[in-house]
């Protein structure tokens, strides 16, 4: 028994507290939690825990050597959210039997890196990209594709695990890995000493690494992931222990190595290292060298400024011409800002290395510099500008000196202007200036943004809302695919027709009553018309804001919304699309977003520590601070919303779950909220993520608890029911229903008809995500079941979630034995499944395969009928895709209609809404449409249903 606990704990399974800290339920619950021991270390007062839902991390209150891996074990403690994870902490372990270890979950690099596994003991592969030993502790960096892993190996690892390239197997347990509060990757950590394995030795001689020219580098990245590739150069210039530049007849590269090995100019290098750095200039990362040969000191290029701005030299050794206007010395380096009639640049030179070169250096000079040439690009990779880093004081060469301070104001009076521009600009490099090392960081978070734009981009283009940008006279500048669609122009038709062709006087005067209102204009909302090429007028309702730039307004941006009921349709059914976008943008961005925020963070702490508080600057920096802090925060709801595609289907009693969650729902509530819960006895099982139905559960408690701010009553009740063959959007048959009723305010229709919407919400910034609802939607839909709202303002709300239900209990979980000797019986019959996606396909053969079918499978709609025509046997039922190369779903069925009239269709599809237009209604109504993504199990049990009806009905 827990000593001092007040209340009596929760018993909990490990997901559960992990689903209860990840939603946010901040109440500090004592739990407790039956699970085998995967993690304990003599030196770490932290052990891991483990049941089958998941693991979690256990912080113990007296930390005790009687606790090993393997053990059985009650642990009761306090939830809290930390470094590790979901933690148990200052909790009470009590041994409660003996066993081996949990075998280790094998996952794949990139699911890992994810956090699909955290907290849980598993095997991973991976080929060292980096290794450190400090002291006795190594720790390896592991490539896997483009996923890359912390290991802390412990003292125990083999020595051959360090050496790069080695193929190692590693047994532990991941973790987040924080830096300055923010998630920025995964760390293993190792549980046993003989937990790294050597698969497969570093090759014997690392030279014989496949060789490419330097252009190849540049595109290698995809190709040699993890592995090492050569190169063969000539140096342009060496920074012992940081960088390597090389010059061969292809190009330039920037060679980053930690090797000191003194090599000259001219000497010719072999240097192997990782390919898969994405930078602008090829770029070989964690590289070692060596010197094959001497040579004549490298020429350097002759070009204008304009041509190094240009991208095309970066990282090579280039000359070029122009006038100091300005010297600065920083901490450990002299920047002299160039002057050229097209552009203003920076030359940089290590202050050691500066000897003799400003003592007799006036401004107005004009200088002949050589150096390794740097591009600075924009946030759409473009190249804007470029630095040279000269080598030293030989670099510099003085063409001419100013004759006197009158002719230098003469000769130079055309370019004052932007002389100023540049003294100013040096003002700010001032501040900003850092070492180099910090620049690459820069120049790395420079080409994460461009790609971050690009998909960005790609969202605007695939927007299915029209958004218009208009300029600051309120003329329109772009428009998406969407806009272009509706209104029959092409955007660049579009740009200079005057605005009153295409949208009404309302849509203008809101626009130009927003400009005139200036940067600080709050958004409108408004309706009004899009005129189109036919001169029809498409209702639409509108959300435009300005958009401003230094206190200035330099445009509007509207996003508008078809309003016709056809597009209205549409729209509901384009709504499963976007959860897909949405979960693959979380995923795609979140991470890289945390890098980001990685670096706003820790340049603006240093921004406060070295400003003085009295200073105009602190507040902005501050404020910069909190942004980034808010944004961090976001980026985890979307990562936490995007962890809903990792499904872990198990056979679960509603009943259990809801018991299970009581006392963690009562206190989400609080006291004004009175829980009322009806669990119909005898309730059947269904097939869900366990994890899942606590999100969904929480997810519409802390809604209602929102609709009830003066206090209500939240009922849950169970139920089995049966669904009559009228349903919509449900396969007929049993099911068991969880309705969730409040008696909190309601919601008017347009609220209604949204409420499903990704990041749609009523609250206010800052409490409301608008996913919470999206997330329930997806996740009932998975499970292959449906959800109904019914709702009105002042009456409360009812949710009512529809689970298929399986009729007998199904013990085959995911990690256990296949399913031939399950209880079903087995099925029999011939199934033809027509797919293009090989992995769909797969997981589709595999399934039926298990639960008894014969499977003839084709991969797009031309081979699928061929494979018709020949088959003379038996054919029971048609599963196709709808959208397939060559010849789609629709049309395959009815070809395979006149050969096998009558053969029952199941069509499965990820695009619902193109679903629509080669299917009939009754057929989207019929239960024979299975919306993508589903799971092995889903797809059987629809199988089974189709081919009971159809020999029911003859
Ligand atoms: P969020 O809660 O972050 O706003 P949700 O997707 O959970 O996002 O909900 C979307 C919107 O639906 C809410 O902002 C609210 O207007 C409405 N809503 C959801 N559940 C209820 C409810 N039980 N009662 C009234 N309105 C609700
Ligand atoms: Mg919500």
């Known amino acids: 028994m827990a000593a001092a606990a007040a209340a009596q704990p929760v018993s909990m399974t490990a997901a559960g507290v992990r689903t209860a800290l990840v939603a946010g339920a901040a109440a500090p619950a004592t739990v407790r939690v039956r699970a085998v021991v995967t993690f304990a270390d003599e030196t770490q007062p932290i052990y891991f825990v483990q049941d089958e839902t998941g693991g979690i991390a256990v912080v113990p209150r007296s930390p005790s050597p009687a606790v090993r891996p393997g053990q059985r074990v009650v642990v009761t403690g306090r939830m809290e959210l930390g470094p590790r994870g979901p933690t148990l902490v200052d909790a009470e372990v009590e041994v409660a039997g003996a066993g081996a270890r949990p075998a280790p979950r094998p996952v794949s690099a990139a699911a890992l890196e994810q956090g699909a596994a955290d907290g849980v003991l598993v095997a991973v592969q991976g080929r060292t990209r980096r290794a450190s030993v400090e002291g006795s502790l190594t720790t390896l960096t592991l490539a896997a594709g483009t996923a890359s892993i912390r290991v802390f190996a412990g003292s125990g690892a083999p020595r051959e695990a360090a050496a790069a390239e080695a193929l190692v197997e590693v047994v532990g347990i991941p973790v987040p890995r924080v830096r300055d509060g923010i998630v920025v990757g995964r760390e293993l950590l190792v549980a046993q000493p003989d937990d790294v394995r050597v698969v497969a030795a570093a090759p014997d001689d690392p030279y014989a690494a496949p060789r490419i020219t330097i252009a190849e580098l540049g595109r290698a990245r995809q190709q040699y992931a993890g592995r090492r590739v050569r190169l063969r150069g000539t140096v342009t210039r060496q920074r012992p222990g940081r960088s390597l530049y090389l010059r061969d007849e292809s190009g330039n590269a920037y060679v980053e190595t930690a090797l000191e090995t003194p090599v000259v100019p001219g000497d010719v290098v072999e240097a192997i290292g990782f390919a898969d750095v994405d930078e602008f200039a090829p770029y070989l990362a964690d590289a070692e060298y060596r010197k094959v040969a001497d040579g004549p000191p490298p020429e350097p290029i002759d070009a204008t400024p304009a041509e190094l701005a240009s991208g095309r030299l970066d990282a090579a050794l280039v000359r070029t011409e122009a006038v100091l206007i300005g010297v600065e010395r920083g901490r450990d380096e002299l920047t002299f800002v160039l002057q050229h009639p097209s552009l203003t640049f920076n ?310 779950a809801v018991a299970n969650m009581h006392d963690l729902l009562k206190r989400l509530l609080g ?129 009512r979630l529809y689970f298929p239900r399986i009729m007998q209990e199904d013990e085959a979980g995911p990690e256990a034995a296949p399913l031939p000797q399950g209880p079903l019986p087995e099925a029999s019959g011939v199934v033809l499944i027509a797919e293009d996606d090989a992995a769909v396909r797969r997981l589709a053969v595999r399934e039926l395969t298990r639960r008894g079918y014969d499977v003839l499978q084709a991969s797009d709609g031309v081979e699928a009928l061929d494979l018709v025509r020949g088959h003379a046997g038996r054919l029971d039922l048609l599963i196709a895709d709808v959208v397939m190369p060559r010849l789609n779903g629709p049309d395959l069925a009815s070809a395979v209609e006149t050969l096998r009239p009558g053969l029952p269709v199941l069509y499965i599809t990820g695009h619902p809404e193109r679903a629509g237009q080669g299917l009939t209604a009754a057929e989207m109504e019929s239960g024979r449409v299975l919306l993508k993504p589903f799971t092995g199990s889903t797809l059987v049990d629809r199988v089974d249903a189709v081919l009971a009806a159809a020999r029911r009905t003859g």
């Open 347 to 656: 030359a940089h030179v290590l202050i050691p290395r500066s000897e003799g070169l400003i003592d007799d250096l006036p401004l107005g000079s004009h200088l002949r510099v050589t150096g390794i040439c740097s591009v600075v690009v924009d946030t759409d990779r473009v190249p804007r500008s470029f630095r040279l880093q000269l080598r030293d004081a030989a670099d510099v060469e003085v063409v001419s000196r100013p004759s006197s301070s009158a002719a230098f104001g003469a000769g130079w009076a055309a370019w004052a202007g932007v002389s100023l521009a540049a003294i100013a600009l040096g003002a700010l490099g001032l501040v900003y200036r850092r070492s180099v090392a910090q620049e690459r960081t820069i120049r790395r978070q420079f080409a994460r943004e461009a790609a971050l734009k690009a998909r960005f981009d790609d969202i605007f283009e695939r927007s299915s809302d029209l958004i218009l940008v208009h300029d600051r006279r309120g003329r329109i500048a772009t428009v998406n695919r969407a806009a272009e669609q509706a209104s029959g122009y092409t955007r660049e038709e579009l740009r200079p027709l005057d605005p009153e062709w295409i949208v009404s006087s309302t849509y203008l005067h809101e626009v130009r009553h927003l400009i005139e209102q200036g940067p600080e204009a709050p958004p409108r909302s408004f309706r009004a018309e899009l005129i189109t090429r036919r001169s029809q007028k498409v209702p639409i309702e509108v959300h435009a804001r300005v958009v401003a730039s230094d206190g200035q307004v330099t445009g509007v941006t509207a996003v508008a919304r078809n309003l016709s009921e056809r597009d209205q349709l549409d729209a509901q059914l384009r709504q499963a699309q976007k959860m897909e976008a949405v979960g693959r943008l979380a995923t795609g961005i979140a991470h890289d977003f945390n890098n980001l925020i990685t670096v706003l963070l820790s340049y603006s702490d240093e921004l406060i520590e070295k400003i003085p508080p009295e200073s105009d600057l602190y507040h902005p920096a501050q404020e910069i601070q909190q942004a980034a802090e808010r944004a961090s925060a976001l980026t985890e709801q979307l990562l936490s919303f995007s962890r809903r595609q990792i499904v872990v289907p198990q056979t679960v009693d509603l009943n259990a």
């Open 671 to 799: 006291a004004d909220i009175t829980l009322d819960v009806n669990l119909e006895p005898g309730l059947g099982l269904v097939r869900v993520d366990q994890a899942q139905v606590g999100q969904v559960m929480m997810n519409l408690a802390v809604n209602a608890r929102d609709a009830m701010p003066h206090g209500g009553t939240l009922t849950i009740e169970t139920a089995n029911v049966e669904m009559g063959e009228d349903a919509i959007d449900a396969i007929p048959g049993p099911h068991v229903l969880l309705r969730v009723s409040d008696t909190g305010v309601g919601m008017p229709p347009e609220v209604r008809r949204r409420l499903f919407e990704p990041f749609f919400t009523t609250k206010e910034a800052g409490r409301g995500t608008g996913l919470g609802m999206s997330m329930v939607q997806a996740i009932v839909r998975q499970s292959g079941g449906h959800i109904t709202v019914e709702s009105e303002p002042g009456h409360g709300t009812t949710f």
